[in-house]
Protein backbone atom coordinates (compact mmCIF):
# COMPACT_ATOMS: atom_id res chain seq x y z
CA UNK A 1 0.00 0.00 0.00
CA UNK A 2 1.49 3.54 -0.74
CA UNK A 3 2.64 5.55 2.06
CA UNK A 4 1.01 9.51 1.79
CA UNK A 5 3.10 12.33 1.18
CA UNK A 6 2.53 13.87 4.40
CA UNK A 7 4.03 10.77 5.95
CA UNK A 8 6.87 11.22 3.61
CA UNK A 9 7.40 14.52 5.06
CA UNK A 10 7.18 13.98 8.72
CA UNK A 11 9.45 10.87 8.10
CA UNK A 12 12.10 13.45 7.25
CA UNK A 13 11.53 15.47 10.24
CA UNK A 14 12.11 13.17 12.03
CA UNK A 15 15.28 12.06 10.55
CA UNK A 16 16.10 15.74 10.71
CA UNK A 17 15.87 15.94 14.13
CA UNK A 18 17.10 12.66 15.35
CA UNK A 19 20.62 13.04 13.52
CA UNK A 20 21.13 16.75 14.72
CA UNK A 21 24.03 16.32 16.56
CA UNK A 22 23.51 19.63 18.28
CA UNK A 23 20.61 18.56 19.93
CA UNK A 24 20.04 14.93 20.25
CA UNK A 25 17.62 13.21 21.90
CA UNK A 26 14.61 15.35 20.37
CA UNK A 27 11.64 14.30 22.55
CA UNK A 28 7.94 13.97 21.37
CA UNK A 29 6.76 17.42 22.05
CA UNK A 30 9.73 18.83 19.72
CA UNK A 31 8.58 16.59 16.79
CA UNK A 32 5.34 17.42 17.10
CA UNK A 33 6.76 21.49 17.02
CA UNK A 34 9.17 20.86 14.29
CA UNK A 35 6.04 19.33 12.09
CA UNK A 36 3.90 22.43 13.25
CA UNK A 37 6.67 24.63 11.93
CA UNK A 38 7.63 22.92 8.72
CA UNK A 39 4.14 21.89 7.57
CA UNK A 40 1.66 23.90 9.41
CA UNK A 41 -0.02 20.84 10.38
CA UNK A 42 -0.82 20.12 13.99
CA UNK A 43 0.27 16.49 14.29
CA UNK A 44 -0.87 14.01 17.48
CA UNK A 45 1.83 11.88 19.53
CA UNK A 46 -0.14 8.92 17.61
CA UNK A 47 0.51 9.77 14.54
CA UNK A 48 4.22 10.61 15.25
CA UNK A 49 4.34 7.15 16.89
CA UNK A 50 2.64 5.49 14.21
CA UNK A 51 5.13 6.84 11.71
CA UNK A 52 8.11 5.81 13.89
CA UNK A 53 6.67 2.25 13.51
CA UNK A 54 6.21 2.39 9.68
CA UNK A 55 10.00 4.04 9.28
CA UNK A 56 11.11 0.80 11.61
CA UNK A 57 9.39 -1.48 9.06
CA UNK A 58 11.50 -3.36 6.19
CA UNK A 59 12.09 -1.89 2.57
CA UNK A 60 9.50 -1.38 0.64
CA UNK A 61 6.77 -0.65 3.06
CA UNK A 62 9.42 1.16 5.28
CA UNK A 63 13.22 2.49 5.83
CA UNK A 64 14.32 -0.15 8.45
CA UNK A 65 15.28 2.86 10.91
CA UNK A 66 16.50 1.98 13.68
CA UNK A 67 14.52 4.24 15.75
CA UNK A 68 14.28 4.16 19.26
CA UNK A 69 13.50 5.79 22.85
CA UNK A 70 16.35 6.63 24.78
CA UNK A 71 15.36 6.48 28.45
CA UNK A 72 18.93 8.51 29.56
CA UNK A 73 18.47 11.12 26.83
CA UNK A 74 14.89 11.46 27.32
CA UNK A 75 13.91 11.62 23.53
CA UNK A 76 14.36 9.93 20.34
CA UNK A 77 17.52 8.50 18.71
CA UNK A 78 18.80 5.70 16.20
CA UNK A 79 20.77 2.58 17.07
CA UNK A 80 23.28 2.90 14.47
CA UNK A 81 24.99 5.81 14.51
CA UNK A 82 25.88 6.07 10.86
CA UNK A 83 21.73 5.48 9.96
CA UNK A 84 20.24 8.18 7.62
CA UNK A 85 17.04 8.16 6.09
CA UNK A 86 17.59 7.36 2.55
CA UNK A 87 21.29 7.04 2.76
CA UNK A 88 22.11 9.36 0.49
CA UNK A 89 22.70 12.78 0.65
CA UNK A 90 21.64 14.92 -2.88
CA UNK A 91 23.08 17.69 -4.28
CA UNK A 92 20.67 20.26 -6.57
CA UNK A 93 22.12 19.22 -9.52
CA UNK A 94 21.30 15.51 -8.38
CA UNK A 95 17.82 16.56 -6.97
CA UNK A 96 17.25 18.75 -9.98
CA UNK A 97 18.19 15.50 -12.43
CA UNK A 98 15.85 13.12 -10.10
CA UNK A 99 13.17 15.64 -10.73
CA UNK A 100 13.61 15.82 -14.36
CA UNK A 101 13.53 11.34 -14.64
CA UNK A 102 10.72 11.47 -12.30
CA UNK A 103 8.85 13.55 -14.98
CA UNK A 104 9.95 11.37 -17.59
CA UNK A 105 9.18 7.99 -16.05
CA UNK A 106 5.87 9.86 -15.09
CA UNK A 107 5.32 10.14 -18.72
CA UNK A 108 6.16 7.31 -19.90
CA UNK A 109 4.92 5.36 -16.85
CA UNK A 110 1.15 4.79 -18.04
CA UNK A 111 1.61 1.56 -19.40
CA UNK A 112 5.43 0.82 -20.05
CA UNK A 113 6.93 0.90 -16.51
CA UNK A 114 5.60 -2.16 -13.99
CA UNK A 115 3.22 -1.19 -11.35
CA UNK A 116 5.51 -2.26 -8.87
CA UNK A 117 7.88 0.96 -9.52
CA UNK A 118 5.32 3.44 -8.78
CA UNK A 119 5.93 2.56 -4.83
CA UNK A 120 10.01 3.53 -5.51
CA UNK A 121 8.68 6.34 -7.27
CA UNK A 122 6.08 8.03 -4.54
CA UNK A 123 9.00 7.90 -2.11
CA UNK A 124 11.73 9.65 -4.82
CA UNK A 125 8.49 12.01 -5.70
CA UNK A 126 8.01 12.61 -2.06
CA UNK A 127 11.29 13.61 -0.95
CA UNK A 128 11.78 15.87 -3.84
CA UNK A 129 8.70 17.77 -3.41
CA UNK A 130 9.45 17.93 0.44
CA UNK A 131 13.23 19.46 0.01
CA UNK A 132 12.37 21.56 -3.39
CA UNK A 133 8.48 22.26 -3.40
CA UNK A 134 8.99 26.00 -4.64
CA UNK A 135 10.56 24.67 -7.98
CA UNK A 136 8.08 21.80 -8.28
CA UNK A 137 5.39 22.33 -11.54
CA UNK A 138 2.71 20.57 -11.82
CA UNK A 139 2.21 20.90 -15.57
CA UNK A 140 2.89 18.37 -17.50
CA UNK A 141 6.00 19.61 -20.37
CA UNK A 142 6.76 15.92 -21.82
CA UNK A 143 3.73 13.78 -23.68
CA UNK A 144 4.86 10.20 -24.95
CA UNK A 145 2.33 7.90 -26.29
CA UNK A 146 0.73 6.64 -23.76
CA UNK A 147 -1.94 4.30 -24.95
CA UNK A 148 -4.15 1.74 -22.85
CA UNK A 149 -2.20 -0.74 -20.87
CA UNK A 150 -2.39 -3.82 -23.48
CA UNK A 151 -3.47 -7.56 -23.19
CA UNK A 152 -0.40 -9.93 -21.48
CA UNK A 153 1.37 -6.57 -20.50
CA UNK A 154 0.44 -7.90 -16.69
CA UNK A 155 2.97 -10.89 -17.36
CA UNK A 156 6.13 -8.23 -17.72
CA UNK A 157 7.19 -8.81 -13.90
CA UNK A 158 7.39 -12.32 -14.28
CA UNK A 159 9.09 -12.25 -17.64
CA UNK A 160 11.54 -9.88 -16.41
CA UNK A 161 12.45 -12.30 -12.81
CA UNK A 162 13.06 -15.04 -15.21
CA UNK A 163 15.27 -13.09 -17.20
CA UNK A 164 16.79 -11.59 -14.48
CA UNK A 165 16.99 -14.73 -12.23
CA UNK A 166 17.50 -17.25 -15.20
CA UNK A 167 14.12 -19.36 -14.64
CA UNK A 168 12.34 -21.18 -17.34
CA UNK A 169 9.20 -20.21 -18.25
CA UNK A 170 5.96 -22.45 -18.83
CA UNK A 171 3.48 -20.45 -21.20
CA UNK A 172 0.37 -21.17 -23.45
CA UNK A 173 0.84 -19.48 -26.57
CA UNK A 174 -1.87 -18.26 -29.57
CA UNK A 175 -0.74 -17.66 -33.21
CA UNK A 176 -3.02 -15.56 -34.25
CA UNK A 177 -1.73 -16.53 -38.11
CA UNK A 178 -2.12 -20.22 -37.26
CA UNK A 179 -4.91 -20.12 -35.31
CA UNK A 180 -3.23 -22.18 -33.03
CA UNK A 181 -2.81 -22.73 -29.47
CA UNK A 182 0.62 -24.22 -28.23
CA UNK A 183 2.14 -24.92 -24.69
CA UNK A 184 6.18 -23.93 -25.23
CA UNK A 185 8.97 -24.41 -22.33
CA UNK A 186 11.14 -20.89 -23.13
CA UNK A 187 14.46 -19.77 -21.43
CA UNK A 188 13.70 -16.11 -21.69
CA UNK A 189 16.57 -13.81 -22.15
CA UNK A 190 15.30 -10.68 -22.78
CA UNK A 191 12.48 -8.17 -22.78
CA UNK A 192 12.22 -5.97 -25.95
CA UNK A 193 9.79 -3.11 -26.35
CA UNK A 194 9.20 -2.59 -30.25
CA UNK A 195 6.55 0.55 -31.44
CA UNK A 196 4.65 -0.06 -28.06
CA UNK A 197 4.30 -3.42 -28.14
CA UNK A 198 6.10 -6.12 -26.22
CA UNK A 199 7.98 -9.16 -26.52
CA UNK A 200 10.16 -11.68 -24.75
CA UNK A 201 12.72 -13.23 -26.40
CA UNK A 202 14.33 -16.89 -25.26
CA UNK A 203 15.40 -20.05 -26.04
CA UNK A 204 12.19 -22.22 -27.30
CA UNK A 205 12.84 -26.01 -26.41
CA UNK A 206 9.65 -27.08 -28.64
CA UNK A 207 11.53 -25.07 -31.73
CA UNK A 208 14.88 -25.85 -30.57
CA UNK A 209 16.00 -22.21 -31.19
CA UNK A 210 15.71 -18.96 -30.12
CA UNK A 211 12.28 -17.37 -30.91
CA UNK A 212 10.16 -14.14 -29.86
CA UNK A 213 6.57 -14.25 -28.15
CA UNK A 214 4.40 -11.36 -28.36
CA UNK A 215 3.60 -11.14 -24.90
CA UNK A 216 0.08 -10.19 -26.12
CA UNK A 217 -0.48 -13.80 -27.08
CA UNK A 218 0.96 -15.45 -24.11
CA UNK A 219 -1.84 -16.86 -21.66
CA UNK A 220 -0.85 -17.89 -17.71
CA UNK A 221 3.10 -18.12 -17.86
CA UNK A 222 4.59 -20.27 -14.25
CA UNK A 223 8.23 -19.86 -13.43
CA UNK A 224 9.27 -23.36 -13.65
CA UNK A 225 11.80 -25.63 -11.59
CA UNK A 226 14.11 -26.83 -14.20
CA UNK A 227 17.27 -26.27 -15.44
CA UNK A 228 18.21 -23.00 -17.47
CA UNK A 229 19.31 -23.02 -20.48
CA UNK A 230 21.73 -20.21 -21.21
CA UNK A 231 22.06 -18.69 -24.46
CA UNK A 232 25.48 -16.71 -24.91
CA UNK A 233 26.02 -13.32 -24.48
CA UNK A 234 26.85 -12.27 -28.51
CA UNK A 235 23.34 -13.92 -29.40
CA UNK A 236 21.75 -11.44 -26.98
CA UNK A 237 23.97 -8.73 -28.29
CA UNK A 238 23.08 -9.86 -31.80
CA UNK A 239 19.46 -9.99 -31.02
CA UNK A 240 19.76 -6.34 -29.52
CA UNK A 241 21.57 -4.60 -32.31
CA UNK A 242 21.13 -6.51 -35.57
CA UNK A 243 17.60 -6.05 -36.13
CA UNK A 244 14.78 -3.70 -36.97
CA UNK A 245 12.25 -4.52 -35.40
CA UNK A 246 11.44 -8.10 -33.62
CA UNK A 247 10.46 -10.84 -35.97
CA UNK A 248 13.54 -12.44 -38.16
CA UNK A 249 12.58 -13.20 -41.86
CA UNK A 250 13.13 -16.98 -41.03
CA UNK A 251 16.82 -18.52 -42.61
CA UNK A 252 18.13 -15.29 -43.01
CA UNK A 253 21.15 -13.45 -41.93
CA UNK A 254 22.81 -10.11 -41.81
CA UNK A 255 23.53 -8.61 -45.02
CA UNK A 256 23.73 -5.45 -46.60
CA UNK A 257 20.09 -4.03 -47.77
CA UNK A 258 19.40 -1.32 -50.23
CA UNK A 259 17.10 0.75 -50.64
CA UNK A 260 15.62 3.63 -53.18
CA UNK A 261 14.13 6.52 -51.32
CA UNK A 262 12.41 9.69 -52.60
CA UNK A 263 13.43 13.23 -51.78
CA UNK A 264 10.95 13.75 -49.62
CA UNK A 265 10.87 10.10 -47.44
CA UNK A 266 14.98 10.49 -47.42
CA UNK A 267 14.06 13.29 -44.83
CA UNK A 268 12.66 11.11 -42.64
CA UNK A 269 15.04 8.63 -42.69
CA UNK A 270 17.75 11.86 -41.87
CA UNK A 271 15.81 12.73 -39.45
CA UNK A 272 14.85 9.35 -37.44
CA UNK A 273 17.59 7.09 -38.64
CA UNK A 274 15.93 2.90 -38.29
CA UNK A 275 19.51 1.29 -37.47
CA UNK A 276 22.78 2.31 -36.39
CA UNK A 277 24.60 0.72 -39.73
CA UNK A 278 22.20 3.23 -41.58
CA UNK A 279 24.19 5.56 -44.37
CA UNK A 280 22.73 7.22 -47.02
CA UNK A 281 23.65 8.31 -50.24
CA UNK A 282 22.47 11.73 -51.67
CA UNK A 283 21.34 11.78 -55.30
CA UNK A 284 21.27 15.08 -57.14
CA UNK A 285 17.71 15.69 -56.98
CA UNK A 286 17.35 15.21 -53.14
CA UNK A 287 16.43 10.87 -53.23
CA UNK A 288 18.78 9.09 -51.88
CA UNK A 289 19.70 4.91 -51.93
CA UNK A 290 20.23 4.13 -48.26
CA UNK A 291 21.98 1.02 -47.05
CA UNK A 292 21.58 -0.88 -43.76
CA UNK A 293 23.63 -4.23 -42.60
CA UNK A 294 21.31 -5.93 -40.51
CA UNK A 295 18.92 -9.13 -40.69
CA UNK A 296 15.84 -8.24 -42.56
CA UNK A 297 12.51 -8.75 -40.20
CA UNK A 298 8.94 -8.58 -41.33
CA UNK A 299 8.92 -5.07 -39.62
CA UNK A 300 11.53 -3.62 -41.51
CA UNK A 301 10.00 -4.78 -44.83
CA UNK A 302 6.28 -3.40 -43.70
CA UNK A 303 8.27 0.12 -42.49
CA UNK A 304 9.12 -0.04 -46.57
CA UNK A 305 5.62 -1.03 -47.86
CA UNK A 306 4.52 1.80 -45.25
CA UNK A 307 6.10 4.80 -47.54
CA UNK A 308 4.36 3.22 -50.30
CA UNK A 309 5.97 4.35 -53.82
CA UNK A 310 8.67 6.71 -51.80
CA UNK A 311 10.86 3.39 -51.18
CA UNK A 312 12.00 0.92 -53.07
CA UNK A 313 13.64 -2.17 -52.31
CA UNK A 314 17.00 -2.45 -54.64
CA UNK A 315 19.09 -5.15 -52.63
CA UNK A 316 18.93 -8.27 -52.15
CA UNK A 317 16.72 -9.71 -55.00
CA UNK A 318 15.20 -12.45 -52.09
CA UNK A 319 13.86 -9.04 -50.47
CA UNK A 320 12.78 -7.34 -53.19
CA UNK A 321 10.39 -10.42 -54.04
CA UNK A 322 9.33 -10.86 -50.27
CA UNK A 323 8.62 -7.25 -50.14
CA UNK A 324 6.42 -7.23 -53.56
CA UNK A 325 4.44 -10.50 -51.65
CA UNK A 326 3.85 -8.73 -48.83
CA UNK A 327 1.48 -6.44 -50.46
CA UNK B 1 11.28 -33.67 -12.81
CA UNK B 2 9.54 -35.29 -9.99
CA UNK B 3 8.19 -38.36 -8.02
CA UNK B 4 6.85 -37.46 -4.91
CA UNK B 5 5.84 -34.19 -3.97
CA UNK B 6 3.46 -31.56 -2.63
CA UNK B 7 4.50 -28.64 -4.78
CA UNK B 8 2.50 -28.30 -7.69
CA UNK B 9 3.33 -30.26 -10.94
CA UNK B 10 3.28 -28.92 -14.64
CA UNK B 11 2.59 -31.01 -17.18
CA UNK B 12 2.37 -30.32 -21.26
CA UNK B 13 -0.63 -32.64 -23.12
CA UNK B 14 1.05 -33.41 -26.35
CA UNK B 15 -0.69 -33.08 -29.59
CA UNK B 16 -3.19 -36.93 -29.52
CA UNK B 17 -5.54 -37.65 -32.55
CA UNK B 18 -7.23 -39.43 -30.38
CA UNK B 19 -8.08 -36.11 -28.44
CA UNK B 20 -10.88 -33.82 -29.31
CA UNK B 21 -8.87 -30.99 -30.53
CA UNK B 22 -11.13 -28.09 -30.33
CA UNK B 23 -10.97 -27.26 -27.57
CA UNK B 24 -7.78 -28.33 -27.40
CA UNK B 25 -6.55 -29.50 -23.36
CA UNK B 26 -3.39 -27.52 -23.34
CA UNK B 27 -1.66 -28.41 -19.52
CA UNK B 28 -2.58 -30.21 -16.70
CA UNK B 29 -1.08 -28.89 -13.30
CA UNK B 30 -1.52 -30.82 -9.89
CA UNK B 31 -1.51 -29.06 -7.00
CA UNK B 32 -2.21 -30.48 -3.41
CA UNK B 33 -5.07 -28.00 -3.25
CA UNK B 34 -6.64 -28.53 -6.88
CA UNK B 35 -6.71 -29.82 -10.13
CA UNK B 36 -5.84 -27.39 -13.19
CA UNK B 37 -6.60 -27.59 -16.84
CA UNK B 38 -5.99 -25.44 -19.64
CA UNK B 39 -7.83 -25.42 -22.88
CA UNK B 40 -7.99 -23.18 -26.16
CA UNK B 41 -10.93 -23.45 -28.61
CA UNK B 42 -11.14 -21.02 -31.85
CA UNK B 43 -14.57 -20.78 -32.87
CA UNK B 44 -15.64 -22.51 -36.12
CA UNK B 45 -18.03 -21.64 -38.94
CA UNK B 46 -20.94 -23.82 -37.35
CA UNK B 47 -22.46 -21.07 -36.30
CA UNK B 48 -22.85 -17.59 -38.75
CA UNK B 49 -21.53 -15.69 -35.86
CA UNK B 50 -18.75 -18.49 -34.05
CA UNK B 51 -21.42 -19.41 -31.81
CA UNK B 52 -20.96 -19.85 -27.86
CA UNK B 53 -19.29 -22.55 -24.79
CA UNK B 54 -20.26 -23.02 -21.63
CA UNK B 55 -19.35 -25.69 -18.95
CA UNK B 56 -21.61 -27.88 -17.13
CA UNK B 57 -21.55 -27.58 -13.47
CA UNK B 58 -21.51 -31.24 -13.26
CA UNK B 59 -18.64 -31.28 -15.16
CA UNK B 60 -15.94 -33.98 -13.23
CA UNK B 61 -12.31 -35.95 -13.58
CA UNK B 62 -12.14 -39.08 -13.28
CA UNK B 63 -9.30 -41.08 -12.38
CA UNK B 64 -8.84 -44.40 -14.47
CA UNK B 65 -9.07 -47.33 -11.74
CA UNK B 66 -10.52 -45.08 -9.27
CA UNK B 67 -14.61 -44.57 -8.29
CA UNK B 68 -14.10 -41.00 -7.00
CA UNK B 69 -14.97 -38.20 -9.20
CA UNK B 70 -13.24 -35.08 -8.95
CA UNK B 71 -15.78 -32.17 -9.59
CA UNK B 72 -15.37 -28.83 -10.85
CA UNK B 73 -15.14 -26.38 -8.34
CA UNK B 74 -13.94 -22.91 -10.68
CA UNK B 75 -13.31 -21.55 -13.78
CA UNK B 76 -11.82 -18.85 -15.48
CA UNK B 77 -12.38 -17.56 -19.30
CA UNK B 78 -15.65 -19.43 -19.53
CA UNK B 79 -18.56 -19.82 -17.71
CA UNK B 80 -20.82 -22.49 -16.11
CA UNK B 81 -23.81 -22.89 -17.72
CA UNK B 82 -26.56 -21.99 -18.19
CA UNK B 83 -24.20 -18.39 -18.89
CA UNK B 84 -22.77 -18.77 -21.67
CA UNK B 85 -19.66 -17.09 -23.66
CA UNK B 86 -20.83 -15.67 -26.61
CA UNK B 87 -18.73 -15.48 -29.85
CA UNK B 88 -19.00 -12.46 -32.05
CA UNK B 89 -17.16 -14.07 -35.04
CA UNK B 90 -16.01 -17.02 -36.69
CA UNK B 91 -12.86 -16.22 -36.03
CA UNK B 92 -12.74 -15.89 -32.24
CA UNK B 93 -10.94 -17.68 -29.68
CA UNK B 94 -10.53 -18.36 -26.37
CA UNK B 95 -7.69 -19.76 -23.64
CA UNK B 96 -10.37 -20.57 -20.59
CA UNK B 97 -9.09 -22.66 -17.69
CA UNK B 98 -11.03 -25.10 -15.53
CA UNK B 99 -10.54 -26.13 -11.43
CA UNK B 100 -11.59 -29.48 -10.05
CA UNK B 101 -10.87 -31.18 -6.80
CA UNK B 102 -7.27 -32.24 -6.34
CA UNK B 103 -6.25 -35.76 -8.02
CA UNK B 104 -3.75 -37.24 -6.04
CA UNK B 105 -0.43 -36.63 -7.38
CA UNK B 106 0.62 -40.23 -8.50
CA UNK B 107 1.05 -41.60 -12.31
CA UNK B 108 -2.12 -41.72 -13.00
CA UNK B 109 -4.32 -41.71 -16.64
CA UNK B 110 -7.71 -39.19 -16.25
CA UNK B 111 -10.54 -38.64 -18.23
CA UNK B 112 -12.27 -35.41 -18.54
CA UNK B 113 -16.32 -35.66 -18.23
CA UNK B 114 -18.41 -32.88 -19.25
CA UNK B 115 -21.38 -34.98 -19.57
CA UNK B 116 -22.40 -39.07 -19.12
CA UNK B 117 -23.93 -39.16 -22.40
CA UNK B 118 -21.93 -37.10 -24.40
CA UNK B 119 -23.06 -35.44 -27.71
CA UNK B 120 -20.63 -33.76 -30.01
CA UNK B 121 -20.38 -30.89 -28.81
CA UNK B 122 -19.66 -32.16 -25.18
CA UNK B 123 -16.09 -31.49 -23.89
CA UNK B 124 -14.72 -34.99 -23.18
CA UNK B 125 -11.61 -36.03 -22.73
CA UNK B 126 -10.39 -39.96 -22.53
CA UNK B 127 -7.08 -40.93 -21.87
CA UNK B 128 -4.91 -38.25 -20.52
CA UNK B 129 -2.08 -40.04 -19.30
CA UNK B 130 0.33 -38.17 -16.47
CA UNK B 131 3.38 -39.67 -15.87
CA UNK B 132 4.87 -38.12 -12.48
CA UNK B 133 8.44 -37.76 -14.51
CA UNK B 134 7.31 -35.94 -16.72
CA UNK B 135 6.17 -33.16 -15.20
CA UNK B 136 7.86 -29.97 -14.05
CA UNK B 137 7.43 -28.48 -10.58
CA UNK B 138 6.06 -24.84 -10.63
CA UNK B 139 8.17 -22.16 -8.84
CA UNK B 140 5.63 -19.94 -7.76
CA UNK B 141 1.99 -20.22 -5.49
CA UNK B 142 -1.04 -20.65 -8.05
Known amino acids: MPINKSAYRRYKIIDQLVLNKMKRFPTMTEIIDACWDKLGIDTSPETIQKDMANMRKLPPEGFDAPIYYDHKGRGYAYSDPDYELGGVSLSDTDIETIRESIEFIQTIGGSRISEKFNHAMEKILSTSIEEFSAGNTKQAILQTMNPPKSRGFEHFDLFYKACREKTPVSLVHYSYKKRNFSVLTIHPFMIKEFENKWYVMGFSEKHNQIRTFGLDRVFDPFLLKKKYIPVDKSTCEKEAHDYYGVFPIPNQKKQGVKIHVSALVTNYFEAYPIHESQVIEKEANGSSVISFNLIPTIELTRLFLSHGYHVKVIEPKWLIEFTENLK | ?142
Do not use: H
Request: net charge negative; glycine share 6%.
Open chain 2, 1 to 142: MKSKTSEPILFEIAENKDLADNPKVLRVILDPKFTRIDFGYNATGQYIKGGWIRMSPKTYVEVQGLAEKFLLTETTGITIAPKKVVFQSVKDWQFFTLYFQPIPQKDCVINIIEEENPTPDDFNYYGIELKMNEGVGILQNL
